[in-house]
């Protein structure tokens, strides 16, 4: 996943997973002289639940000795995302995690780019990826089967290389390593969690995975023989320059772009 003399950015949440990875990561690089290692926390402007965590995400920086860079929806859009909800109650089509997600992929691209960073590390565990393999496989999204893998090996211009090291590793045993280092972690759970369907499907995993052991990673790995064939299937993804802020893009404005638009938020910002 990584080269001797990347740029890292990883994206700490401040939540378990990416607090041990930060913590990885760092003790890795002191063998690797030429890399570097930069903390991205997106604060999405969630009242009572996103103050603690970019708190705790700092504190954790300091203590590794890693620079660390806050990246706010506010900032970027002009609204955080208590507003963006606020507003879609009366218009809106998508779940609260789906505005964050999309919006929140978009503030750490343009954030990773702003320090050269040459890969985005995301802690995304094994359960994360066999929820987001079922999610794409209901929804019938075949271009996110094809482009959303563990390292998005494709070089894409304008898109910081994306890498996931904990794709493999079960939540629960990150979560032990977490707690038997004595890690700080966010433990309040976000407020808009149990709206997404993606909340469900992790019930759904969880009770297999206790019936029929192994279940999250064969799921992983059935996806990976699968992918090449769905990859072929959907073709070579043609990006363009999003219209409004020159992101990359399939269409003529990127997701994050055309869901202000709808929302009526869009401000021509630029980004
Ligand atoms: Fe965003 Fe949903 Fe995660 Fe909350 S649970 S931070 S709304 S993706
Ligand atoms: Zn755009």
Redesign the pocket.
């Known amino acids: 996943m990584f080269r001797p003399t990347d740029n890292i950015a990883v994206a700490v ?1 401040g939540g378990k997973d990416s607090v041990t990875l930060l913590q990885m990561l760092s003790r890795i690089e002191k063998d690797f002289p030429k890399t570097k290692i930069t903390a991205l926390t997106v604060d ?1 402007g ?1 009242r009572g ?2 103050y603690e965590a970019v708190k705790i995400a700092r504190e954790n920086c300091k203590k590794l000795n890693v620079e660390h860079k806050v990246i706010s929806f506010k900032n970027l859009y002009g609204y955080g ?1 208590d507003d963006i909800i606020e507003v879609a109650r009366e218009n809106g089509e998508l ?3 789906s ?3 999309i919006l ?1 992929r978009k503030a750490l691209n343009i954030a990773a780019k702003s320090i050269g960073a040459t890969k985005l590390a995301t802690a995304h565990n094994l359960d994360d990826e066999a929820q987001t393999i079922l999610l794409n496989i209901i929804h019938g999204d075949a271009v996110r089967i094809a482009r959303v893998e563990p390292v998005i090996e494709e070089r894409v211009s304008g898109f910081v290389q994306r890498v996931k090291p904990f794709c493999e590793i079960p939540e629960n045993e990150v979560a032990l390593y977490a707690y038997l280092k004595k890690n700080r972690f966010q433990t309040t ?5 149990f ?2 369907m993606r909340s469900d499907i992790r019930v759904m995993l969880n009770k297999l995975e206790v019936k029929y052991p192994g279940v999250k990673f064969t799921i992983f790995k059935s996806m990976e023989k699968i992918r090449p064939a769905v990859k072929s299937a959907v073709g070579k993804i043609e990006l363009k320059e999003c219209k409004n802020c020159g992101e990359p893009t399939i269409g003529d404005i990127c997701k994050p772009c055309e869901t202000l638009l709808k929302l009526k938020l869009l401000k021509n910002s630029g980004r």
Request: with cysteine; aromatic share 16%.
């Open positions: 949440s999405e969630i639940y996103r995302l779940t609260p995690c505005y964050c997600g929140r759970p976000c407020p808009y969690r709206a997404a």
